[in-house]
T-cell receptor, first 115, second 112 residues
Framework: SAVISQKPSRDICQRGTSLTIQCQVDSQVTMMFWYRQQPGQSLTLIATANQGSEATYESGFVIDKFPISRPNLTFSTLTVSNMSPEDSSIYLC????????????FGAGSRLTVL | DAKTTQPPSMDCAEGRAANLPCNHSTISGNEYVYWYRQIHSQGPQYIIHGLKNNETNEMASLIITEDRKSSTLILPHATLRDTAVYYCIVSRRTDSWGKLQFGAGTQVVVTP
């Protein structure tokens, strides 16, 4: 299965700033998914990122707050904009291991703390 | 997608089989049952999935009842490394496009 690297693994940020999280996959994949895990909570899908098109956002998430780039088939970034303490979460990148199977491989996540 | 119900926590003795139940009484005919786990400070890890037949792989076995309204994940010989939150998810295999709806899961603690 694919190996996913996320950067940064953790960061502490100030309110009002923005942070970009990088996700690198060791093989070409069609779709990449960004999930959020708030403290003590389960995972929630933020958006799906396809190469060459705009990301598709889930209800409750908007492009202005979470802009996503997908410049090629192995890389994606998620930016958390104008951060507030409520954005303190773990952000995880994932990819499907085989088409249409919903078998996902996840990165280790990026733990973001906003002060 | 159908919702699932899992016990919030379970304890298991090391070396014993761990049987994790999941109820999904509203599952539809084209929905699969997926199991993932999340070890502390790691991303979720896929374990196994199935439609209606029992499935087994190197990690676990999945037993789905004949009416498909519930299932059990079996870890045959639990080790301390199996301590994790286990998620039971019901989803269509195609056109869900990675949209897995994670619930609260079951916190499994394996003790020596």
């Amino acid at each position: 299965s694919a190996v996913i690297s996320q950067k940064p693994s953790r960061d502490i940020c100030q309110r009002g700033t923005s942070l970009t999280i990088q996700c690198q996959v060791d093989s070409q994949v069609t779709m990449m998914f960004w999930y959020r895990q708030q403290p003590g909570q389960s995972l929630t899908l933020i958006a799906t990122a396809n190469q060459g098109s705009e990301a598709t956002y889930e209800s409750g998430f908007v492009i202005d707050k979470f802009p996503i780039s997908r410049p090629n088939l192995t890389f994606s970034t998620l930016t958390v904009s104008n951060m507030s303490p409520e954005d303190s979460s773990i952000y995880l990148c994932s990819v499907e291991r085989s088409s249409g199977a919903n078998v996902l491989t996840f990165g280790a996540g990026s733990r973001l703390t906003v002060l | 997608d159908a919702k699932t119900t899992q016990p919030p926590s379970m304890d298991c003795a090391e070396g014993r089989a761990a049987n994790l139940p999941c109820n999904h009484s509203t599952i539809s005919g084209n929905e699969y049952v997926y199991w993932y786990r999340q070890i502390h400070s790691q991303g979720p890890q896929y374990i196994i999935h199935g439609l209606k037949n029992n499935e087994t792989n190197e990690m676990a076995s999945l037993i789905i009842t004949e009416d498909r309204k519930s299932s059990t994940l079996i870890l045959p010989h639990a080790t301390l490394r199996d301590t994790a939150v286990y998620y039971c998810i019901v989803s269509r295999r195609t056109d869900s496009w990675g949209k897995l709806q994670f619930g609260a899961g079951t916190q499994v603690v394996v003790t020596p």
